[in-house]
């Protein structure tokens, strides 16, 4: 579907909950596009979609659906943060989307803390009347030292208020959170403070990746000057273990399954945090990172949905 989708590039990322979703090209690239850790869309010079382009796309999705045997109802729009787009805008979208697929009943997208509270709680209201919710917020870490050297452009604090915001709306939302982000030197701590931060709140899911050298990364830099050295498998491990440890949830799927992840973990929190963490340690007693090199080196040959 390069007539959709090939703007985008190689690869075409959406969040892992909306993986299942029928993806709408509204933005390319990210608005930000600063991060030390990511090159997913250095290639590519955000910009908005025009309206006519995005009702094109939506005509040909249309026409691609049309012999589905069920409605489309979730939607997500793609890009690397099309919530930083202004609410009258968010709301045409929606409009063209509810147009011509009637029946969706949730609209999501990646976003950044500081693309929600931009937004006055009367927008994000407006927002969620339109259907406009399941967010995947970028968190990455609860540390502000991590944050900053990998120069995310938001702090612990904004996303606090961004998660508090949220949840005063009933606005539902998960969070990304990056294994390996602190690197040896902060590992321990980006595991406790992550950990501590998000038991103060209620994702409905916690996504954990972790973190890749892409080869375009500015962090590659970093690596090479040592100023960041890079964990070994099993410290991501270790680290999603602290982590686990810390997390006092209320009612929270927490998703250790994406790819970049050297064990495959999921469940419910806290009714398996036990179990979870019975896995990791069967996991470590069983494996050294000798045994985990070449899977490592295999896992990266291809990139596909997030």
Known sequence: MDDIYGEYGGYFYVPMTQAFSLAIPVTIGCSWNKCLYCDLNHDNKFRKLALEEIKSHILRLKELNASRRSPVEKVVLAGGNPFCLDTPSLINIIKLVKEHFPEVKN??????????LRKSDDELLELKSNSMGELSLGIESGNDEILAFHNKGVTVEENNKAMAKLEELNIGYSTYIMLGLGGKTWSKKSATDTGKMLSNFNPQVIT???????????????????????????????EERLLLE??????????????TNTLILKGKLPEHKELLLKRIDEFLE????????????HKWRRWSIE
């Open 246 to 259: 810390n997390l006092n949830m209320r009612n929270t799927i927490f998703n250790g399954t994406h790819k």
């Open 208 to 238: 954990l990746v972790s973190l890749v050298l892409f080869k375009d990364a500015k962090l590659i830099e970093k690596v090479k000057t040592r100023e960041f050295i890079k964990l070994k498998p099993l410290e991501y491990i270790l």
């Open 107 to 116: 609209i999501s997208s990646f976003a950044r803390a500081d693309d929600v």
């Open 286 to 297: 069983s494996n050294d990172d000798r045994d985990l090199r070449d899977f490592e080196k």
